[in-house]
């Protein structure tokens, strides 16, 4: 009986080994796509038809060049932002080129950009994308301006287009009044210009409802 059951214990084995591989390997065999008449077929699932949840964002960075376009003396400076934007409403209809103007996405973001030459800036921001012949974006931003040993509060206003994940924005920028008050604005002190600027977003990484 001893002999028996040692026999035996490694020969069950070895069978729920050979069973666990072949049901394996049928599953994954099953699962993979299937070809019949040049078509390509999938397994059914219901997860394709259930609503993907959860938040969906971009990371992107965003180089910043400003410009002084009314004259008003301040030198060109640049700068290099990394920010985040979040999906409050994006539409999945499809886009038709008949359709006209069309709003197809409402987003909030956040982003920090420095400058090596002159004040930083913190950003809260509300971005509108609409269909158009090209894909246009406006956005505006609430700025937190650090440096010189002073802080602000300025408003920024963006408008531009897509090029495919692309923004490109021109943008106007005036100081702003908050209800707590921070004192005089870096911008007003600042020998840079920033009363316009010319600002990219470049997403590195997306994670979007399918």
């Known amino acids: 009986m001893k002999g028996s059951r040692i026999f035996f214990i490694p ?11 072949i049901v394996l390997f049928s599953t994954c065999g099953y699962t993979q796509t299937r070809n019949l008449d ?7 699932s219901s997860s394709y038809f259930k609503p993907h949840r959860g938040l969906f964002y971009n990371i992107y960075f965003s180089p910043v060049y400003t410009v002084d376009p009314l004259g008003f003396g301040g030198k060109s400076t640049y700068g290099l932002g990394l920010g985040t934007r979040v999906n409050l409403w994006e539409s999945k209809t499809p886009a038709s080129k008949y359709s006209g103007l069309k709003v197809t996405g409402l987003y909030m973001a956040l982003a920090y950009e420095y400058y090596p030459q002159q ?3 913190t950003s809260t921001s509300f ?3 609409v269909k158009a012949l ?3 974006a406006a956005r505006m931003d609430i700025l937190y301006c650090s440096g010189y040993g002073l802080q602000g509060v300025n408003y920024r206003y963006c408008f531009g287009f897509e090029v495919k994940s692309v923004s ?3 943008c106007g920028e005036v100081t702003g009044y908050f209800p707590i008050k921070f004192g005089q604005s870096p911008k007003e002190v600042s020998p840079y210009a ?3 600027a010319i600002l990219l977003t470049v997403p590195f990484y997306t994670r979007k409802q399918k």
């Open 134 to 136: 090209i894909p246009l």
């Open 119 to 121: 004040y930083n800036k």
């Open 127 to 129: 971005w509108l994308r």
């Open 194 to 196: 920033n009363a316009g």
């Open 38 to 44: 040049g078509q390509e077929y999938k397994k059914y």
């Open 168 to 170: 490109v924005f021109l």
């Open 11 to 21: 020969r069950f084995a070895d069978q729920l080994i050979c069973v666990a591989v």
